[in-house]
Nanobody
Framework: QVQLVESGGGLVQPGGSLSLSCAAS????????MGWYRQAPGKQRELVAD???????QYGDSVKGRFTVSRDNAMNTVYLQMNSLKPEDTAVYLC??????????????WGQGTQVTVSS
């Protein structure tokens, strides 16, 4: 019902920057929250950052001050600007959207993930 298309990611050296984007499409009535999670091998999935429909953001402790999440409501797209990247940021980054598909029906949707590797 809701499809997410992620772009960005790749290989970057420590201290470098990358940006991710995720566009939502399909049967969308309204999007409540959009954001990013990440999962590294052998670790639990963790919140990176998200932004709600009012523009309020929240960040995981490990990325505060380095990453910035933003949202284009007209385009149903969420962005993640990642600066000062560290090797420990290496993970698969997954887009997450909480949306209503009708006035009553809602769901939590996930993208397929994009790899971010920070290495020299």
């Amino acid at each position: 019902q809701v499809q997410l298309v992620e772009s960005g990611g790749g290989l970057v050296q420590p201290g470098g920057s990358l940006s991710l984007s995720c566009a939502a499409s399909g049967s969308i009535f309204s999007i409540v929250r959009m954001g990013w999670y990440r999962q590294a091998p052998g670790k639990q999935r963790e919140l990176v950052a998200d932004v709600n429909s009012g523009g309020s953001t929240q960040y995981g402790d490990s990325v505060k001050g380095r990453f910035t999440v933003s949202r284009d409501n007209a385009m149903n797209t969420v962005y993640l600007q990642m600066n000062s990247l560290k090797p420990e940021d290496t993970a698969v980054y997954l887009c997450n959207v909480f949306a209503y598909t009708t006035r009553r029906d809602f769901g939590d949707y996930w993208g397929q993930g994009t790899q971010v590797t920070v290495s020299s």
